[in-house]
């Protein structure tokens, strides 16, 4: 390809744990692959909406602090999801951009993603389509196993993001949106409820745990009271799914996230309901999470629910 | 076969077998899961066989928990439905480099590092399911006098290819990861294959593995 026919970003600064995501990849646990794919599936979802793009289409996934990047080509529009703080740097001068709104990039032009606010990911993406290999049907980036593009690492310095596609008929879209918070950790009681104390059965739905710093995205350690276990610090190895709660044998929680290791050991005391995760994942390592016992029934109320607030905010793109 | 289906989470259903490790338990849990899989459910997002579980992802706008349960409640197991299995050689060094726990292993089980070896490739091994890690395979079973617990701390970092043991089960790390097997050597074998997206797995459940060793310098000539 000729030069002058590119169109690409260039990294001059890659931020933190920035990765290549789309929906993820099905059907491989059984092989020890997770399944990846954006965090913040609702986040995910809006953007593309917004850009116009095929639902499954591939974002730049970014944690805390996001990429610098220079745009080299011709005329194109970005947008960014997420509660993100972000530049905009053209000839023109320098201004700050707003999550769900749409911007124009001309040759030359920089946008420099600061940081995420209160917040853990944030997703940038264009009206077209990035030049991405696809691995098992999904072009997401599992660091841990080295699948997916950029020989499966996070970006880095320098690299160069080739765009194959852009939409021309485009037309700069916006939505008014300030993101969902949730004060409660909503989860269904797990298949080893009966490992731990009564008493550790208590304070694990009335005292709250700090997320800690080990987080990412393969799990989230929590720090809090100590939950006791009576039967066995650990169970045969089994099947885990994201959202689990496992208690380790030192007695802290730790909740599988989107690239955790397909089996585990530990009793599961709780899971993370569907409708939660998107919100969940979105906490900051310091602080507080309280859990809420609910059924499974309302469990998944709750998620058709979420699933048509989700629907409702995509209808008011405009 | 199947003895209990309880929820795991909102999206998945928790197949229980049993609480006990054994081949026939196992084999039922593959039987499931290769009858599963072939049946091609819509809005089913993974399988994943255990020893004793089999765990059922959904995609909670297709299926609810009652209504999946139903549909896998019914599925009929073939008695003779007999598993697919493969023979595979695995060659592993036990170098002193590779062998990073064999004094451990010699001061808890109380046997010479030659009589250890003798014993772990004296005898085949049967995969009970693949996972943790991409590709990894969980084997078993170690004679009575050769099972130990896992190491009280876990390495941070236990190199790709190396082979560990721990209670009545081997296994072979597909990446570097952390863990806290013993490790006995190393394979220069790839077990899992990025680049093959058909079958990536060198080994799946079900399947028989025969360990055989080599010295140093077969291992750099297949390392090369």
Redesign the interface.
């Known amino acids: 390809m000729k030069s002058k026919d590119r169109n690409y970003f260039k990294i001059l600064r890659a931020g933190i744990n920035t990765t290549y995501q789309d929906l993820g990849r099905?059907?491989?646990?059984?092989?020890?692959?997770p399944?990846s794919g954006a965090m913040d599936k609702r986040n995910f979802q809006l953007l593309n909406s917004l850009l116009q793009n095929d639902y499954n289409s591939p974002v730049i996934e970014f944690a805390y602090q996001g990429p610098h990047l220079r745009y080299f080509g011709k005329d194109i529009f970005f947008c960014i999801s997420g509660n993100v703080s972000f530049k905009i740097i053209t000839k023109e001068g320098v201004i700050d951009g707003n999550s769900y709104q749409c911007y124009l990039l001309k040759n030359g032009d920089e946008v420099d993603i600061r940081s995420t606010n209160k917040s853990v990911y944030g997703y940038f993406s264009i009206n077209g389509t990035f030049g991405v290999d696809y691995?098992?049907g999904s072009c997401s980036i599992n660091t841990?196993?080295?699948?997916g593009p950029n020989n499966?690492n996070k970006f880095s310095k320098d690299l160069e993001i080739e765009i194959i596609d852009i939409n021309n008929s485009f037309n700069k879209r916006k939505l008014d949106y300030l993101g969902s918070t949730i004060e409660n950790i909503r989860v269904?009681k797990?298949?080893n409820y009966d490992y731990f104390s009564e008493s550790s059965q208590n304070k694990f739905f009335k005292e709250s745990f700090k997320i800690t710093k080990l987080s990412d995205r393969m799990g989230m350690r929590l720090e809090g009271p100590k939950i006791e276990n009576i039967v066995d610090p650990n169970i045969?190895?089994?099947?885990?799914?994201k959202?689990?709660i496992q208690i380790t044998s030192a007695g802290d929680p730790i909740i599988m996230l989107s690239d955790h290791?397909?089996?585990?050991g530990y009793p599961?005391i709780a899971?993370?309901?569907?409708a939660d995760y998107d919100r969940l994942v979105q906490l900051t390592p310091g602080s507080n999470i309280k859990f809420k016992d609910v059924s499974?029934e309302d469990?998944?109320t709750l998620?058709k629910l979420y699933?048509m607030e989700s629907n409702n905010l995509i209808s008011q793109i405009k | 076969m199947i003895k209990n289906i309880l929820n795991l989470g909102d999206a998945a259903l928790y197949c229980d077998f049993g609480s006990d490790v054994n081949q026939e338990i196992n084999s039922n849990v593959i039987k499931y899961f290769y009858q599963i899989k072939k049946l091609n459910l819509k809005g089913i997002t993974n399988l994943t066989p255990s020893y004793n579980k089999l765990i059922i992802s959904y995609d909670l706008n297709i299926h609810s928990f009652l209504s999946l349960k139903k549909k896998i409640e019914n599925i009929e197991i073939k008695e003779n439905n007999k598993l697919e299995k493969n023979l595979i050689k695995i060659p592993v060094c036990c170098d002193n480099n590779f062998a990073l726990d064999i004094k451990r292993v010699e001061n808890k089980l109380k046997l010479k590092s030659e009589i250890i070896l003798e014993k772990f490739f004296s005898k085949n091994y049967f995969c009970y399911m693949t996972g943790f890690v991409a590709g990894m395979p969980f084997l078993g079973d170690l004679n009575q006098e050769m099972r130990l617990k896992r190491l009280e701390t876990p390495r941070v970092k236990v190199p790709k290819g190396s082979v560990g043991i721990t209670e009545q089960f081997c296994n072979i790390y597909t990446f570097e990861t952390p863990g806290g097997w013993n490790i006995l050597g190393n394979t220069p074998q790839n077990i899992f294959d990025t680049s093959n997206q058909s079958n990536p797995n060198l080994v799946n459940p079900g399947d028989t593995i025969k360990f055989y060793r080599i010295t140093l310098d077969q291992y750099n000539e297949i390392k090369r």
């Open positions: 099905n059907n491989l646990y059984h092989i020890g692959i399944f691995y098992w841990q196993a080295q699948i499966g269904i797990g298949t045969k190895s089994e099947g885990l799914v959202g689990v290791g397909t089996i585990g599961k899971t993370v309901i569907s499974l469990a998944e998620y699933q």
